[in-house]
């Protein structure tokens, strides 16, 4: 298996501008997690999927933010519109229910101007 | 706020010698993991210990748990250069539910060869 599969690798936007960043979990792994980290706040989990419905969304900074789980295989996280202080590395994980090691993708290093 | 806490929060030491991190949490915990981060990557899933479990070893890593102390050591024995990175614990917490997952700080290990 590939592992998880994180797209854009590098994003960098203007404020205002709106920023989807793509996930593909592991086949076969019926959880996905989206985590920020930054060097002040550390990694945050902030919003998480099981069998693509979202269970808790209370990490979510605020209205800007947003989630999808169309299937199994696909997500994404949108920021509109976004602002500097999202500025941070973005990573997406996923784990499979019989075990709750979490598997991380490469991460998304987002940069708004 | 944080659910584990590591300690410390840098450590540098030679090639060859051993390498401890602490980590505490506040709550009653189901499983407690520990992960591994290079510069510049996802985290990777180092070891898991559960609640019942006092002792684990895999390789070169050892970890404790101490649940009526609620704290967790790493210890990285025959240190290497590739062993440089950042190390977080990470906790299930049982009121949570056993698929989320809060990371503490993480403790940056550098290697001096």
């Known amino acids: 298996d590939a592992g998880v599969i994180q797209s854009p690798r590098h994003e960098v936007t203007e404020m205002g501008q709106e920023v989807t960043l793509r996930c593909k979990p592991i086949?076969?792994?019926?959880?996905l997690f989206w985590y920020r980290q930054t060097m002040m706040r550390g990694l945050e989990l902030l919003i998480y999927?099981?069998?693509?419905?979202?269970?808790?969304d209370s990490g979510m900074p605020e209205d800007r933010f947003s989630a999808k789980m169309p299937n199994a295989s696909f997500s994404t996280l949108k920021i509109q519109p976004s602002e500097p202080r999202d500025s941070a590395v973005y990573f997406c994980?996923?784990?499979?229910?019989?075990?709750?090691?979490?598997?991380f993708g490469p991460g998304t290093r987002l940069t708004v101007t | 706020s944080q659910q584990g806490e590591e300690d410390p929060q840098a450590l540098s030491i030679q090639e060859g010698e051993n390498a401890t991190m602490n980590c505490s949490y506040k709550?009653?915990?189901?499983?407690l993991q520990w992960y591994r981060q290079n510069s510049g990557r996802g985290l990777v899933h180092l070891i898991l210990?559960?609640?019942?479990?006092r002792e684990k070893h895999s390789g070169r890593l050892r970890v404790t748990l101490d649940t009526s102390k609620k704290s967790s050591s790493l210890l990285i024995t025959a240190s290497r250069a590739a062993d440089t990175a950042s190390y977080f614990c990470?906790?299930?917490?049982?009121?949570?539910?056993?698929?989320?997952?809060?990371f503490g700080q993480g403790t940056r290990l550098t290697i001096n060869p």
């Open positions: 990470a906790t299930d917490g049982a009121i949570q539910g056993a698929q989320k997952l809060v």
């Open positions: 994980a996923s784990s499979f229910s019989r075990g709750n090691e979490q598997y």
């Open positions: 210990i559960r609640s019942n479990e």
């Open positions: 999927f099981n069998n693509n419905v979202p269970i808790d």
């Open positions: 086949s076969g792994h019926d959880y």
């Open positions: 709550t009653s915990i189901n499983n």
